[in-house]
């Protein structure tokens, strides 16, 4: 089992970046695909990026590509989302979740979650 603890999370300007960092205790996360998920108000929750275990696989929201990028470092056991040009409807509770199977990136195959981090974008 893995735990996963979301930071980084604020408030911003439209054009701004912020890097959200995903620190996990526990098992060790390579063993894990990395997904990060956002929920705004009122909505579900929705896929924004993923990475494998070995980092040679990453994917994007159609929404969030070109603008951001995930990362891991497993010997760190982190996982980092660095978010750049900002829009306001980036603004959701941000969540990282661990995944124990094959890549993938829709939501219900993740088996762990964090709590979430906030990041609100204001125009």
């Known amino acids: 089992q893995v735990q996963l603890v979301e930071s980084g999370g604020g408030l911003a300007q439209a054009g701004d970046s912020l890097r959200l960092s995903c620190a996990t205790s526990g098992r060790s996360i390579s063993n894990y695909v990395i997904g990060w998920f956002r929920q705004a108000p009122g909505k579900e929750r929705k896929f924004v990026a993923a990475?494998?275990?070995?980092?040679?696989?990453?994917r994007y929201a159609d929404s969030v590509k070109g603008r951001f990028t995930i990362s891991r470092d497993n010997a760190k056991n982190t996982v980092d989302l660095q978010m750049n040009n900002l829009k306001p409807e980036d603004t959701a509770v941000y969540y990282c979740?661990?995944?124990?199977?094959?890549?993938?990136?829709?939501?219900?195959?993740?088996?762990?979650w964090g709590q979430g981090t906030q990041v609100t974008v204001s125009s």
């Open positions: 990475i494998s275990r070995a980092s040679d696989i990453t």
């Open positions: 979740a661990a995944d124990r199977g094959p890549f993938g990136v829709q939501i219900g195959r993740y088996d762990y």
